[in-house]
């Protein structure tokens, strides 16, 4: 069965929007979420990943076998599971990209 493609919209918890309320923790956790799509993209399932500079809104496109398996997969990112930022899931198709003809 050929991969489809998903998008999970990544949204900052309010509380997070200020800086100041960033600990040593918070930073841990981004770090683990980085580290986790780093490792996404090294195995070929990540497609493309990044965030608005406000930190209105972050987005990652990725490929997964069925939606399960791609619900999971944003289930399982560091900063949804400890509560730093909410995530919706999307059926998606990248139709146009750079580099490819």
Same mark, same amino acid.
């Given at each position: 069965?050929?991969?489809?493609?998903?998008?999970?919209?990544?949204?900052?918890?309010?509380?997070?929007? !200020? !800086?100041?309320?960033?600990?040593?923790?918070?930073?841990?956790?981004?770090?683990?979420?980085?580290?986790?799509?780093?490792?996404?993209?090294? $195995?070929?399932?990540?497609?493309?990943?990044?965030?608005?500079?406000?930190?209105? =809104?972050?987005?990652?496109? =990725?490929?997964?076998?069925?939606?399960?398996? @791609?619900?999971?997969?944003?289930? $399982? $990112?560091?900063?949804?599971?400890?509560?730093?930022?909410? @995530?919706?899931?999307?059926?998606?198709?990248?139709?146009?990209?750079?580099?490819?003809?």
């Amino acid at each position: 069965m050929a991969k489809q493609q998903y998008i999970y919209v990544l949204k900052l918890i309010p509380y997070f929007m !200020d !800086d100041n309320n960033w600990t040593v923790k918070e930073e841990e956790i981004i770090n683990r979420h980085f580290t986790r799509l780093q490792c996404m993209l090294s $195995d070929g399932r990540l497609i493309l990943a990044g965030r608005t500079l406000e930190k209105t =809104f972050g987005l990652v496109i =990725f490929e997964a076998e069925s939606e399960v398996e @791609a619900r999971r997969l944003m289930n $399982d $990112d560091p900063a949804v599971t400890e509560g730093m930022m909410t @995530a919706e899931l999307f059926p998606y198709h990248v139709a146009l990209i750079r580099g490819e003809k």
